[in-house]
């Protein structure tokens, strides 16, 4: 049914829990698994003289991060016998760099974390399930703790 699952992680506990779905669904139907992370390449943009500087360090923080996060994945989805490849992606926003990398691959679903927030915290820190969800023109699962 689903030939090909995008898995976007970020290095949560959601994150974790979709992993794990997504393992069990490419086990049912033999699908091929892609794990990614999106960054932000210039979130720091119009700051100032010191952007080079911070953004520098943004960067190797965001790259060790997202290093980790696959890493994590691509054990838990090898450890149970998927083959998975995984990438870091850079993205002005994290659901347009999931979207794109899912049409990219040709992907037929998206299994993804969401961390549930509400009222204020959603308000100010969004919710990228929530604009997958609204933009995606695939299924996608979200999975929550």
Known sequence: MFKH???PVDGSTTAALA???AIALAK???SDVTAIYVIDPYPFTGVGADFAY???QYLSAATAEANASLAAARKAIEDAGVVVKTTVVEGHSIHRGIL???ETLGSDLIVMGSHGRRGIEKLVLGS???KVLSD???P???VRD
Request: proline share 0%; glycine share 4%; charged share 10%.
């Open 5 to 7: 699952i995008l898995i």
């Open 136 to 138: 995606a023109h695939l």
């Open 100 to 102: 794109d990398t899912a």
């Open 19 to 21: 992993v794990d779905k």
């Open 28 to 30: 049912a139907f033999s």
């Open 54 to 56: 911070g953004q520098s």
């Open 140 to 142: 996608v699962m979200v």
């Open 128 to 130: 990228v399930a929530q």
